[in-house]
């Protein structure tokens, strides 16, 4: 449906002329495939179908976002809400079957809501070694009337083994500094002036208060109901992989993931069952060519949410 939107807003669309033009990128698969044919490359599949023709241990990291275990329709899919136990099965019957494409060295982070999030620790638990427990908060939402107001997700981390890659001081947060101390020779301690304040560099936590989640004035965001923004999935790559290594989202929606991975330099594969989602990867994609810019990202570090004011190149139509 086409919707009439304000002068400002930034949400990023597919035109008919668009559409047939990123449609050509979309190759099937109908056989075994190699590492170089999946590299940098969208692929609009069912992945259950897709993993008996993917090579083995290609990915260095592994990004899961899942259907959340909500009643949810995405275009042309519906996911039902399942008992615990049973979101448990289904998720596991996804992982077990996601492993061999995983190097020895690969790490995994798995996206979910609050309540199934046990559920997730509990497959990962069986099969690789957890790490952590990332939150985050999503500043979006409804409030409840009889209820605390949903305004957190988690993402788990995990490892294939204890060698991995884990790159702290790429992914260290510069905050504002509310009370800057100086010593007795008036110089800073353990803070930065800048032109817009104090500042410090902190190592990263399990507790993110920095994400702001996509909306109609941001250049990354899309009509998809659930984007995850850039800046999130910046912090997994930076922090589990090197340049060059191999980011796999088997449930990609819009290509947030893989459109990070290609900024950051990285090589991916994105997998979506849905195709308008694909094609809205595909253009985000051919934007990041000339857009190299992770919204709240610069300088080399992660900065508060609002902290930063972000200039962007003028896109090419």
Same mark, same amino acid.
């Not at 590492?35 to 899961?64: H, K, S």
């Not at 409804?142 to 790429?170: H, L, M, P, Q």
């Not at 819009?254 to 994105?270: D, M, P």
């Given at each position: 449906?086409?919707?009439?939107?304000?002068?400002?807003?930034?949400?990023?669309?597919?035109?008919?002329?668009?559409?047939?033009?990123?449609?050509?990128?979309?190759?099937?698969?109908?056989?075994?495939?190699?590492?170089?044919?999946?590299?940098?490359?969208?692929?609009?599949?069912?992945?259950?179908?897709?993993?008996?023709?993917?090579?083995?241990?290609?990915?260095?990291?592994?990004?899961?976002?899942?259907?959340?275990? /909500?009643?949810?329709?995405?275009?042309?899919?519906?996911?039902?809400?399942?008992?615990?136990?049973?979101?448990?099965?289904?998720?596991?019957?996804?992982?077990?079957?996601?492993?061999?494409?995983?190097?020895?060295?690969?790490?995994?982070?798995?996206?979910?809501?609050?309540?199934?999030?046990?559920?997730?620790?509990?497959?990962?638990?069986?099969?690789?070694?957890?790490?952590?427990?990332?939150?985050?908060?999503?500043?979006?939402?409804?409030?409840?009337?009889?209820?605390?107001?949903?305004?957190?997700?988690?993402?788990?981390?995990?490892?294939?083994?204890?060698?991995?890659?884990?790159?702290?001081?790429?992914?260290?947060?510069?905050?504002?500094?509310?009370?800057?101390?100086?010593?007795?020779?008036?110089?800073?301690?353990?803070?930065?002036?800048?032109?817009?304040?104090?500042?410090? /560099?902190?190592?990263?936590?399990? /507790?993110?208060?920095?994400?702001?989640?996509?909306?109609?004035?941001?250049?990354?965001?899309?009509?998809?109901?659930?984007?995850?923004?850039?800046?999130?999935?910046?912090?997994?790559?930076?922090?589990?992989?090197?340049?060059?290594?191999?980011?796999?989202?088997?449930?990609?929606?819009?290509?947030?993931?893989?459109?990070?991975?290609?900024?950051?330099?990285?090589?991916?594969?994105?997998?979506?069952?849905?195709?308008?989602?694909?094609?809205?990867?595909?253009?985000?994609?051919?934007?990041?060519?000339?857009?190299?810019?992770?919204?709240?990202?610069?300088?080399?570090?992660?900065?508060?949410?609002?902290?930063?004011?972000?200039?962007?190149?003028?896109?090419?139509?």
């Amino acid at each position: 449906m086409n919707k009439h939107r304000a002068i400002r807003n930034r949400t990023i669309t597919l035109s008919p002329a668009e559409t047939d033009r990123y449609s050509k990128d979309l190759i099937p698969i109908s056989g075994p495939v190699d590492t170089n044919f999946v590299c940098d490359r969208i692929l609009n599949e069912d992945i259950l179908r897709l993993l008996a023709f993917l090579p083995e241990g290609f990915a260095d990291l592994l990004i899961l976002d899942p259907p959340y275990n /909500l009643n949810k329709t995405f275009t042309s899919t519906t996911f039902r809400k399942k008992s615990i136990t049973e979101y448990a099965e289904w998720f596991e019957h996804v992982l077990v079957r996601l492993l061999p494409t995983l190097r020895k060295t690969a790490s995994v982070y798995v996206c979910s809501e609050w309540y199934s999030s046990t559920a997730i620790h509990r497959v990962l638990d069986k099969f690789l070694t957890v790490r952590n427990r990332i939150t985050w908060e999503r500043e979006k939402g409804r409030g409840a009337a009889k209820n605390w107001k949903n305004s957190a997700e988690d993402i788990w981390f995990a490892t294939v083994c204890d060698d991995y890659t884990f790159n702290v001081e790429d992914v260290k947060l510069k905050r504002r500094v509310l009370a800057p101390y100086t010593g007795t020779d008036g110089a800073p301690r353990d803070w930065q002036k800048t032109s817009s304040g104090p500042f410090r /560099l902190t190592h990263p936590s399990n /507790l993110w208060s920095d994400i702001t989640v996509p909306f109609w004035s941001m250049p990354e965001n899309t009509d998809h109901p659930t984007q995850k923004p850039e800046k999130l999935f910046a912090k997994l790559i930076l922090a589990s992989t090197n340049e060059n290594d191999f980011v796999f989202d088997p449930f990609m929606g819009v290509g947030s993931s893989i459109v990070t991975a290609r900024k950051l330099n990285r090589r991916f594969l994105g997998v979506e069952i849905q195709r308008q989602y694909c094609l809205l990867a595909a253009k985000r994609l051919h934007l990041a060519e000339f857009d190299q810019v992770i919204q709240g990202y610069q300088e080399g570090v992660f900065w508060e949410r609002n902290a930063l004011k972000t200039r962007r190149c003028t896109m090419p139509k």
